[in-house]
């Protein structure tokens, strides 16, 4: 069973590599994202958004296939689930890989804090252009349909921008 460890670590890290590949796309797509979004035809949109699921998809199917060789390893190094995480397969590896998946666990770190980054700035103007659109639309609904200019109280309204674009003569 340990002979087969080493091939296990090379998986481990080769996997981890690929992740590191598919987060650094993801990056790419989201920074690509905020240009998309300030002005970009609906139809770049989409098609950033295809290629945005699709790093999230490879992404996901390698920490599960990661997940996996990690319990496999851990069954073999006697690790309990609860304790098994990459540093503690670190404690089990020869020197240099062990440097190997310390690297590889910071570079998926920093791409993971990035990515969370990248995604609330985002979200930020995805937020501010639907406020603006909210906006718009009210004050669009409010010269097509003009409400009361008088509140129950007898009390005139204050900042009632009504108006009217449709004549309602004839």
Do not use: W
């Amino acid at each position: 069973m340990k002979k087969k460890l080493p091939k296990l670590y090379e998986s481990l890290i080769c996997l981890m590599q690929e992740e590191i590949e598919a987060c650094v796309n993801l990056c790419d797509c989201l920074e690509k994202e905020r240009d998309v979004l300030k002005g970009a035809p609906v139809d770049e949109i989409y098609e950033n958004n295809a290629r945005k699921e699709n790093c999230i998809v490879q992404s996901g199917k390698l920490a599960d296939i990661r997940t996996q060789v990690m319990k496999n390893m851990g069954a073999i190094l006697g690790i309990p689930r609860k304790k098994l995480n990459i540093s503690a397969l670190m404690d089990h590896a020869d020197e240099g890989v062990a440097k190997d998946l310390a690297r590889c666990q910071s570079v998926l770190r920093s791409l993971a804090s990035d990515i969370d980054r990248l995604n609330q700035r985002n979200r930020m103007l995805l937020d501010a252009a639907l406020f603006h659109v909210r906006k718009s639309v009210d004050f669009l609904g409010q010269l097509i349909y003009p409400g009361s200019t008088y509140m129950n109280t007898g009390r005139m309204k204050g900042n009632n921008l009504n108006g009217r674009i449709l004549s309602r003569e004839g």
